[in-house]
């Protein structure tokens, strides 16, 4: 079988010549000539690649979250990158930083213009009512992972591609859900290590208690208005509820003895609250009740929340929050779609990566190859290429190294990787169809016949799985219990 292959590759390598004979390739002009010295590219300010080495985590904390999240029952939606940006006006606010300030837009031939969305929960929601989703049997739980764009000024912690885990549940109102959505941060973040945390909780309240808190709010601020940063002093008027969560030493003196909005809850608001704190005790999930933790939104009601990282403070939190979320009744109508009341949750990916190497948490690798192919000569190399498929398909474990010619190189190559055993094809093993099986263990080489090699391997990769004790684990829950 394998000698017809041959002829054919012959033939055809025949007849290159003529084709290439003719001297006709040219280079392209560039329409923009890179200055004469050769030009360094670099990334974009604030975005950034991301290795092999370096995405072990990201791979890590998303598989990780997806898995807490399937059990959970949870599907997948990807919407696009980009959106109308009139929805992300409507949905998170025109007069917003994130809305004036922080988005990439871009002009689709002069037709609509689009943005780099800047959050999931818009496009999600948009997805939702296009979709007629509100048909489906409520509530519909659904998740996002992968890349969000702010023009932020670039900052410790703060990118301006970053990543999100972004977590909905829509079409239902009981504190459950949103009970629920807290115990999947709490179990994502417990499987990743970064256990250690405090929930800050707090209610917003609706459409009914709000506008009497904000008058009380009102009043307690009207004498201060002297002493709030020229930010509060235009919140004041826009959007009081704003003046609790200013970072300004000033204005948080003022907040720490502001009315509280707990205090002024409405029954259903108020039985809503217990209710998801009673879960949350029955639950074990440490929180805090911090009523300087608000949205400035209509649309959002009722519960909202941040996760902290335990013991810090100050100018710290704003940095280290791992995420936040809330309730957001009000959304889908504000994009003109059926009442639907939902709750969901944001986890900053690069938060979490920061805050995992700061506690020396490894992400785990991923279990390296057990088989080394190596090659040694023409014929072996193009030998070593169906030799290869076959492991691959009888599920070994296999590395390839036809890039390296030197056999020296390939088999300290074989040693770095940490396999179990290597496979050297030299020209007389690849003339009579055997191939040379070393036990890197012992160091022991045996020649076999190449339609030995498979069950050879099978056998010796089991036996040296029985005798030692288990160490690559599977399972993402148990690489993060130190
Ligand atoms: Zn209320
Ligand atoms: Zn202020």
């Known amino acids: 079988m394998a000698t017809k292959k041959k002829k054919t590759t012959r033939r055809a390598l025949k007849r290159k010549p003529r084709t290439k004979s003719k001297p006709k390739k040219q280079a392209l002009?560039?329409?923009?000539?890179?200055?004469?010295?050769?030009?360094?590219?670099?990334?974009?300010?604030?975005?950034?690649?991301?290795?092999?080495?370096?995405?072990?985590?990201?791979?890590?904390?998303?598989?990780?979250?997806?898995?807490?999240?399937?059990?959970?029952?949870?599907?997948?939606?990807?919407?696009?990158v980009l959106?109308?940006?009139?929805?992300?006006?409507?949905?998170?606010?025109?007069?917003?930083?994130?809305?004036?300030?922080?988005?990439?837009?871009?002009?689709?031939?002069?037709?609509?213009?689009?943005?780099?969305?800047?959050?999931?929960?818009?496009?999600?929601?948009?997805?939702?009512?296009?979709?007629?989703l509100n048909s489906r049997p409520q509530p519909v739980k659904l998740y996002s992972l992968g890349s969000l764009f702010r023009?932020?000024?670039?900052?410790?912690?703060?990118?301006?591609?970053?990543?999100?885990?972004?977590?909905?549940?829509?079409?239902?109102?009981?504190?459950?859900?949103?009970?629920?959505?807290?115990?999947?941060?709490?179990?994502?973040?417990?499987?990743?290590?970064?256990s250690d945390v405090i929930v800050q909780l707090n209610s917003i309240g609706c459409k009914e208690c709000r506008p009497e808190y904000r008058q009380i709010l009102i009043d307690y601020y009207r004498p201060h208005q002297n002493k709030m940063c020229p930010d509060?002093?235009?919140?004041?008027?826009?959007?009081?509820?704003?003046?609790?969560?200013?970072?300004e030493e000033k204005c948080q003196r003022l907040a720490a003895n502001a009315p509280q909005m707990f205090d002024n809850l409405c029954d259903t608001c108020h039985n809503h609250f217990k209710e998801l704190l009673e879960i949350l005790d029955e639950l074990d999930i440490p929180y805090e009740l911090n009523s300087r933790i608000v949205r400035g939104l209509d649309y959002y009601n009722r519960t909202v929340f941040e996760v902290w990282p335990?013991?810090?403070?100050?100018?710290?939190?704003?940095?280290?929050?791992?995420?936040?979320?809330?309730?957001?009744?009000?959304?889908?109508?504000?994009?003109?779609?059926?009442?639907?009341?939902?709750?969901?949750?944001a986890l900053g990916v690069e938060r979490l990566i920061m805050a995992m190497k700061e506690k020396k948490i490894e992400a785990p690798q991923n279990p390296g190859p057990q088989v080394f192919l190596s090659q040694l000569?023409?014929?072996?190399?193009?030998?070593?290429?169906?030799?290869?498929?076959?492991?691959?398909?009888?599920?070994?474990?296999?590395?390839?190294?036809?890039?390296?010619?030197?056999?020296?190189s390939q088999l300290k190559q074989a040693e770095k990787k940490e396999v179990l055993y290597t496979l050297i094809l030299g020209q007389k093993e690849a003339v009579d169809d055997t191939i040379i099986v070393r036990d890197m263990e012992s160091g022991v080489q045996e020649v076999i016949?190449?339609?030995?090699?498979?069950?050879?391997?099978?056998?010796?990769?089991q036996d040296k799985a029985k005798a030692k004790p288990k160490q690559v684990e599977t399972d993402s829950d148990k690489k993060t219990s130190k």
Request: proline share 5%.
């Open 29 to 80: 002009p560039l329409k923009q000539e890179p200055t004469k010295r050769q030009q360094k590219w670099q990334h974009p300010r604030g975005m950034h690649d991301i290795l092999p080495e370096e995405w072990l985590y990201y791979d890590f904390i998303f598989k990780t979250a997806e898995s807490v999240l399937r059990s959970y029952d949870f599907g997948y939606i990807e919407t696009p």
């Open 83 to 132: 959106e109308d940006i009139n929805l992300f006006a409507r949905a998170i606010g025109e007069g917003t930083d994130i809305v004036s300030k922080e988005m990439f837009t871009i002009d689709d031939r002069g037709s609509d213009k689009l943005a780099m969305r800047p959050e999931f929960t818009a496009g999600v929601m948009r997805a939702f009512i296009e979709n007629g």
């Open 151 to 194: 023009a932020e000024r670039p900052q410790a912690g703060r990118f301006r591609q970053f990543r999100q885990i972004n977590v909905e549940t829509l079409g239902g109102d009981k504190p459950a859900l949103d009970a629920q959505i807290i115990q999947i941060v709490w179990r994502i973040l417990e499987r990743i290590g970064l």
């Open 232 to 247: 509060c002093k235009k919140r004041f008027k826009t959007n009081p509820l704003r003046l609790l969560d200013c970072k």
């Open 310 to 345: 335990a013991g810090v403070s100050g100018d710290e939190i704003a940095q280290s929050s791992y995420g936040g979320g809330g309730r957001y009744d009000g959304l889908a109508e504000i994009l003109g779609g059926q009442p639907t009341p939902a709750v969901g949750v």
């Open 377 to 408: 000569g023409e014929k072996a190399k193009k030998q070593s290429f169906k030799i290869f498929e076959d492991l691959y398909l009888a599920g070994i474990d296999v590395i390839e190294s036809v890039g390296r010619d030197s056999l020296k």
């Open 449 to 461: 016949t190449q339609d030995k090699m498979i069950d050879y391997l099978k056998k010796g990769l």
